[in-house]
């Protein structure tokens, strides 16, 4: 490429090209490959455990116990005794996958009703218990 030099008039052709921003260029990408390089090529070799899938559970059912202002059970909205509720949660404890158990407690129902249901549901080997609140 040719250029010519506009302070002399005697249409001389002017050889020589800039250098300094090809030399800019070479130099960012040569910091680049310099950084990336070391990255790609030093990894630590490791020998990773083989991990066995298993297949997604099925969600367990919900068991809604509701305890009402006069301190009766119902399961799943069905009345039932302090008996019969035992015998219930002795049937729920012995399914795979274990129901969730969800306590309903009325506001104005003695603690006692609803702490004799949460030892009922200990004593069969309910594990997995839960209150549900109103915001």
């Not at 005697?10 to 800039?18: A, F, K, L, Q, T």
């Not at 300094?20 to 490791?46: A, C, E, G, Y």
């Not at 996958?97 to 009922?120: C, F, N």
Request: charge should be negative.
């Amino acid at each position: 490429m040719a250029f010519s030099d506009p302070q002399t008039d005697d249409n001389d052709v002017m050889s020589e090209i800039n250098m300094i921003p090809l030399i800019d260029v070479m130099l960012v990408l040569l910091i680049v490959f310099m950084i990336t390089v070391p990255v790609m090529t030093h990894s630590v070799n490791v020998n990773l455990p083989q991990a066995a899938t298993e297949p997604n559970r099925d969600k367990p059912e919900t068991i809604r116990l509701t305890v009402d202002a006069d301190g009766q059970f119902h399961w799943n909205q069905s009345p039932l005794t302090f008996s019969e509720l035992e015998a219930h949660l002795a049937q729920a404890a012995l399914m795979d996958p274990q129901p969730d158990l969800h306590i309903r407690g009325d506001k104005a129902v003695r603690y006692e009703h609803v702490a004799s249901a949460m030892a009922a549901a200990q004593r069969a080997g309910i594990r997995k218990l839960a209150f549900v609140t109103e915001p």
